[in-house]
């Protein structure tokens, strides 16, 4: 399939109205909501904007704010997640601009972007096994006492908290971890469809960090279901209750009760080697870089090593086709891509992605993620730069972040 015109770049007078006409035509086939329904999301792509978020990032108060739902004037996350997924701020580079904070915030929001790097630690050991569950099979019990829909929109909490994921693509951690509970926990549903079902209204959407969300708030990578019940949104958003047509007959009063079952191929976590990539670029010569929407940014060290390189980035329609992402995600990455565009030649192209590249000579930028290895090894780039990691990864277990940041010293 061909090339496709760059999308509009709104830093240079296009609207987001332009963007999305842009998804819609050329992508809108592949989207969740079908071309009709291309919108928005709660955040805008692009370098200049993940520039604008970190450098009006303050984060005095975070250790205390960053769990508030409402109001949400009080919330204390950054909403950093969109631009750190996609390349377009880096773990290094986000944690250097707090250097200043108070401590305890600092302190608290560091760990945060540890937990990140850890997410990234894990997925680049385990791959695709990190799509199943790792210790525990998800509690069952809810199937027999939840005759509800998973994320019943008669509760408003549910409601308030879906509204904002498919409208925004973005909620609060705290939120996430209702949504997953609620789903596998007091629901007894599968956590591979309600993770899926998350993942694809995500701005920040990653196998990485929203498999770890999801196995560690079940218990299918951990030891301990998280429950969730009323009381959380008494605590962090009493006015969703006040609100609530079941606010006297709340169906999530108790907590839930439920037993985790070991799943019979639990997966290594024990201390062993993580793939980190090249320490040093190797190769040299690459025409051309190619981009994912792993690494977008302007700092992307292939990208980065060469101010006048080209650069190519293939929507891979068989693999979007199967995600049926929300089309906000792709309005997203197409406003990022044509910022880019704007500055350097860009192609972007829509297909399969080892068909439309082979045969070039292709410098990128090591990925951690198993989608990148495969494609690299048939497409067998000539010039490979390193992953620009927050913490190298040595030989560690997988098993805990804590056993993780005592095997890495950090
Ligand atoms: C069920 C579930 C699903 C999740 N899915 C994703 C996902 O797909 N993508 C994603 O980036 N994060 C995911 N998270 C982690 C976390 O909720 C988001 O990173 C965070 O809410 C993003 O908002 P923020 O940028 O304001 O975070 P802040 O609290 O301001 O934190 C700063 C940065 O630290 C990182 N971070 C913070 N908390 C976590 C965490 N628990 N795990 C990993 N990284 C973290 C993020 O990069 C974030 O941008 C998930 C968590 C849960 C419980």
């Known amino acids: 399939m061909p090339l496709l015109p760059a999308p509009p770049s709104t830093v240079d007078g296009a609207s987001l109205g332009d963007v999305e006409a842009w998804v819609a035509q050329h992508l809108g086939d592949l989207t969740l909501e079908g071309p009709d329904g291309v919108r928005a999301g709660g955040f805008d792509g692009g370098q200049s904007a993940a520039d604008a978020a970190l450098a009006t990032l303050d984060i005095s108060g975070y250790a205390n704010t960053r769990s508030t739902v409402l109001p949400e004037e009080r919330r204390g996350a950054s909403r950093l997640s969109p631009y750190i997924r996609h390349g377009l701020l880096l773990l290094p580079q986000v944690s250097a601009a707090v250097a200043d904070a108070p401590s305890f915030d600092r302190k608290r929001f560091r760990d945060e972007l540890l937990w990140q790097e850890y997410a990234r630690h894990v997925y680049a050991r385990l791959g695709r096994r990190f799509r199943r569950a790792l210790r525990n099979e998800s509690p069952a019990e809810g199937r027999a006492t939840w005759h509800r829909p998973g994320w019943d929109p008669e509760m408003a909490c549910m409601d308030f908290v879906t509204d904002e994921l498919h409208g925004q693509g973005w909620v609060v951690n705290q939120t996430r971890m209702w949504l997953a509970s609620q789903w596998a926990v007091r629901a007894g549903l599968d956590w591979r469809e309600g993770e899926q079902a998350m993942f694809v209204h995500l701005l920040d959407g990653s196998r990485a960090a929203n498999g770890l969300g999801w196995q560690w708030t079940v218990g299918a990578g951990s030891t301990k279901a998280y429950g969730f019940s009323r009381w959380q949104v008494q605590k962090r958003a009493p006015q969703l209750c006040r609100r609530c047509p079941l606010r006297d007959a709340c169906p999530i009063q108790e907590w839930p009760d439920?037993?985790?079952?070991?799943?019979?191929?639990?997966?290594?976590?024990?201390?062993?080697?993580?793939?980190?990539?090249?320490?040093?670029?190797?190769?040299?010569?690459?025409?051309?870089?190619?981009?994912?929407?792993?690494?977008?940014?302007?700092?992307?060290?292939?990208?980065?090593?060469?101010?006048?390189?080209?650069?190519?980035?293939?929507?891979?329609?068989?693999?979007?086709?199967?995600?049926?992402?929300?089309?906000?995600?792709?309005v997203f990455l197409a406003q990022t891509l044509g910022e880019l565009a704007a500055r350097r030649p860009l192609e972007v192209r829509r297909g399969e992605v080892v068909t439309e590249l082979e045969g070039r000579r292709l410098a990128a930028t090591w990925t951690p993620v198993p989608g990148w290895q495969q494609r690299a090894a048939r497409l067998q780039p000539v010039e490979v730069h390193p992953w620009p990691w927050l913490v190298r990864p040595r030989p560690a277990g997988i098993g805990s972040y804590s056993a993780w940041r005592r095997d890495l010293k950090v």
């Open 258 to 330: 439920v037993r985790l079952q070991r799943v019979d191929d639990r997966a290594d976590l024990a201390r062993g080697p993580i793939p980190a990539g090249p320490e040093e670029v190797e190769g040299e010569g690459g025409d051309a870089v190619w981009l994912t929407a792993e690494s977008l940014g302007d700092a992307d060290p292939a990208l980065a090593a060469d101010d006048d390189r080209p650069a190519v980035f293939v929507f891979d329609e068989p693999l979007l086709a199967t995600l049926r992402l929300s089309g906000k995600r792709l």
